[in-house]
């Protein structure tokens, strides 16, 4: 993310910023990513929230296979909603990096 520093003119005013979606919204999304969560991590043996690029999350992987233990992945880059998953992952077990 970046950083934008806006200078204004003595004596005005920054426009408000808005919310990018309203806080019942919000809400609703964190509990249904949560809930969605819950279930994965309850139907499979083995879950691995992952980004495609990230070197940690192949060698997670790599492991997996290297021992033939079936696994779920879920690549959080490849995902519309990947911000959010990762927003409720950190909700749930208080670490916001992956694998």
Do not use: F, N
Not at 1 to 23: F, T
Not at 65 to 84: C, F, K
């Amino acid at each position: 993310k970046m950083l934008v520093a806006i200078l204004l003119a003595p004596g005005l005013r920054p426009p408000p910023v808005l919310p990018r979606c309203s806080a019942a919204r919000c809400c609703a999304d964190a509990s249904r990513q949560m809930s969605e969560i819950q279930q994965m991590v309850a139907a499979q043996p083995v879950v691995v929230y992952s980004k495609s690029w990230c070197p940690y999350c192949t060698e997670c992987k790599e492991l997996l296979d290297s021992i033939e233990q079936p696994y779920t992945v879920v690549e959080l880059d490849q995902r519309d909603d990947g911000e959010a998953v990762q927003a409720a992952l950190l909700s749930l077990t208080r670490q916001r990096t992956v694998p």
